[in-house]
């Protein structure tokens, strides 16, 4: 399981024997989930070159604390505000030493300080330098401040004497900092998520579209990734900003996000939101329509249904779809669980009876009415954010109880529609 799913560690890497075992400490993390930044100190460098690291965390290497580069000149308060956590390993004797005594005169000590967030060291180091008063001491010291140590392990050394001071093995210190984190309902799943309206294009300046604020879908993507899922949305045109650790991919027409969800596939869970527009112009003009005529007649085709295509294509997918109505909700709702093969439909009104609940396109509020194969809940008006945060943890439970019960479910897809005839 991908226990690190969008955690952001901050590797330190000190001047010890052991330095070479953070390259394979930063290739187990990043395969955890983890994104990864490192900074090292000047005596690190010594033991592992900071090309290894850079290449192998796919970032630049941070080494100087007095580095005119960093934005704003101020590289040490950026990683600290960057990191979910810092972990030093290996960590050595000096090291520990110049954090206990608080100093912050190189990029390291000056990032440990200037970070509010969980702090944890690997020592490594010769069995009587660990043993030794100073070292203990500043041990002592380190852990009173609330500063973890994973470890040392005791073992054969490579200065060939046998005692405690090995770092401790790179998988047992994965394992100690998952622990710092809780386990989201989500953790080390893949979520994709479609938000916001499409596009289709009449001619070079014209499309037909809908209301669709997106503010839902980029709502539940916020949430998944509070749960610990890996989140790809894909994102019709909106005015929204990016939700934090989300791989975003924008498109503008149904076919477009087709695609994208395909070519995606399979994941853990898709949660369509997004208002794909159902039809589109059948002809899309090269140059600007001009006024001319009083009435104009415009032939529309049907999409593709991305949903209804996508479970049919991935069945084994957990896919759950939104159904806006505006009259007779929860048969609607369900028609749609059935006719789509999907595990769960979250229904909302729109329209007039979306005034009378408090929710609309754009509004911040919505309430939903969540069904499935066997049962339904009202999730009542709440803001989206919190009604995305439910939404999620109902997901979560009903997606467990699916892989407990056996995963493909039967699949009841009948007769897709291919893009019929137009309508005028
Ligand atoms: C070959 C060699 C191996 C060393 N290994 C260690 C070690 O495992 N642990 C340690 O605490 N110091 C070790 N040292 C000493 C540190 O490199 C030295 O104290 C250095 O100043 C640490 O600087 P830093 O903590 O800023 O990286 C070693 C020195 C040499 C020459």
Request: with cysteine; net charge neutral.
């Amino acid at each position: 399981m991908q226990r690190l799913t969008n955690k952001r560690i901050l590797l330190g890497v000190t001047g010890s024997i052991a330095a070479y075992k953070s390259a394979e400490l930063i290739r187990r993390l990043r395969g955890a989930g983890a994104e990864v930044q490192v900074i090292m100190t000047h005596g690190a460098e010594a033991f592992i070159t900071p090309l290894t690291l850079q290449a192998l965390s796919g970032h630049p290497v941070h080494q100087n604390l007095l580095d005119t580069k960093a934005e704003a000149g101020m590289g040490h308060i950026e990683l600290a505000r960057w990191a979910d956590v810092i972990m030093i390993a290996p960590a050595s004797a000096d090291f520990m030493a110049r954090l206990a005594a608080g100093r912050a005169d190189d990029l390291l000590t000056a990032v440990c300080l200037a970070g509010d967030i969980p702090l944890a060291l690997a020592p490594a180091m010769n069995n009587r330098m660990w043993r030794d008063k100073a070292t203990v001491d500043n041990a002592k010291k380190l852990t009173s401040r609330g500063i973890l140590l994973f470890g040392p392990d005791s073992g054969e050394q490579a200065c060939g004497e046998t005692g405690p001071g090995r770092m401790r093995e790179v998988d047992l210190l994965i394992n100690d900092l998952a622990d710092i984190f809780q386990v989201g309902s989500l953790t080390g799943k893949t979520v994709l998520i479609t938000a916001g309206p499409t596009r289709e294009p009449i001619d070079p300046v014209r499309f037909v579209s809908n209301h669709s604020s997106g503010k839902m879908g980029y709502a539940i993507a916020s949430a998944a990734v509070e749960a610990g899922a890996k989140v790809i949305l894909v994102s019709g045109p909106v005015a929204l900003a990016a939700p934090d650790r989300v791989e975003l991919v924008k498109v503008e027409t149904a076919e477009q996000m087709l695609q994208a969800v395909q070519s995606r596939m399979p994941v853990d869970i898709f949660i369509a939101t997004a208002a794909v527009a159902d039809y589109r112009p059948v002809q899309v003009a090269k140059d600007k329509i001009k006024k001319q005529d009083e009435i104009m007649a415009l032939a529309l085709e049907k999409t593709p249904d991305i949903l209804a295509e996508t479970k049919a294509r991935f069945p084994e997918v957990f896919s759950v779809g939104f159904a806006a109505e505006t009259h007779d909700l929860e048969a609607h709702a369900r028609g749609k669980l059935i006719k789509k093969g999907l595990e769960m439909v979250a229904a909302n009104w729109v329209g007039e009876a979306a005034a009378a609940s408090g929710g609309t396109f754009g509004s911040d509020t919505n309430a939903l009415h969540l069904i499935w194969a066997d049962g339904q809940i009202e999730l009542p008006l709440a803001s989206k954010a919190r009604l995305a945060r439910s939404l999620i943890e109902h997901i979560a439970h009903h997606y467990d109880d699916c892989q407990r019960k056996g995963f493909p479910k039967t699949n009841n897809v009948v007769n897709l529609k291919k893009p019929g005839k137009p309508v005028a």
